[in-house]
Nanobody, 114 residues
Framework: QVQLAESGGGLVQPGGSLRLSCAAS????????MSWHRQAPGKQRELVAGITSGGTINYARAVKGRFTISRDNDKNTVYLQMNNLKPEDTAVYYC????????WGKGTLVTVSS
């Protein structure tokens, strides 16, 4: 089993920054492919960014150039640095990985508002 715990959400003004963290624990013996997703009120959950075990990265078009995903394999932690935040980035942000089956964290709320 894998447990994922997100942290770092909060309220930020437009143009501000936040750094989300997702710590993985459990039966992990090698780096996992991990991704960040978000779900805004009334909308479907969508992929924000992903990073493979080998370090290949992809971003959703809406966040490219503003968000940066990174990982610390020693800590089994993946980060999402979010800069120049916009009101439309407001959502619950979830971390996901796959090890036998899909594992999701409980999410952390990001609110971008003045």
């Amino acid at each position: 089993q894998v447990q994922l715990a997100e942290s770092g959400g909060g309220l930020v003004q437009p143009g501000g920054s936040l750094r989300l963290s997702c710590a993985a624990s459990g039966s992990i013996f090698s780096p996992l492919t991990m991704s960040w997703h978000r779900q805004a009120p009334g909308k479907q959950r969508e992929l924000v960014a992903g990073i493979t075990s080998g370090g290949t990265i992809n971003y959703a078009r809406a966040v490219k150039g503003r968000f940066t995903i990174s990982r610390d394999n020693d800590k089994n932690t993946v980060y999402l640095q979010m800069n120049n935040l916009k009101p439309e980035d407001t959502a619950v942000y979830y971390c996901k990985t796959h090890l036998g089956s899909e594992w999701w964290g409980k999410g952390t709320l990001v609110t971008v508002s003045s």
